[in-house]
């Protein structure tokens, strides 16, 4: 690893410390307004040991995008990693770690509730056949089962 500091504060964090799954704030930027984005790194899955399938990740991307603002209006986005490992959860104006962890905690019981995936169609999704519900269920039963470890980051 590079001594050099990187531009991408994910790029600097060790991934091989790191015990998913857990969440954690990752970074906080402040607007010329004095609105702050706090932005989360929900990971899922060991880095460089496991990952989520593409189908079932895009649909647990579709609902949590969704589900979520049903509980909150300070959702910004819910990006997945390209590495297919966990999420970025943007909140704006919202500084409350615990509110965090209840928001997802929430997000997820809805996604077990789910029987369909929202914005599927050709319509409003660029790869609609790429989703799987019963995969998206499945990891969110596992990040829930392990809800008392989400806080701690690193083993």
């Not at 702050?36 to 496991?50: A, E, V």
């Not at 049903?70 to 910004?76: E, Y």
């Amino acid at each position: 690893m590079s001594d050099k500091k990187m531009n991408v504060e994910s790029f600097n964090l060790d991934h091989t410390k790191v015990k998913a799954p857990y969440i954690r704030l990752a970074d906080i930027k402040t607007g010329e307004n004095g609105d702050t984005i706090h932005k989360y790194d929900m990971r899922i899955c060991q880095p460089n040991q496991t990952h989520m399938e593409m189908p079932a990740l895009h649909s647990l991307e579709h609902l949590m995008a969704e589900l979520s603002r049903n509980h909150s209006d300070k959702v910004v986005d819910i990006s997945p990693m390209g590495c297919q490992t966990g999420f970025y959860w943007a909140m704006i104006n919202h500084d409350d770690y615990d509110g965090v962890l209840t928001l997802l905690e929430k997000t997820l019981e809805d996604v077990l509730a789910a029987d369909e995936v929202p914005a599927c169609s050709e319509m409003q999704c660029g790869w609609a056949a790429s989703h799987s519900l019963a995969g998206a269920k499945e990891i969110a039963q596992g990040f829930l089962a392990k809800r008392s470890e989400w806080t701690q980051v690193f083993a």
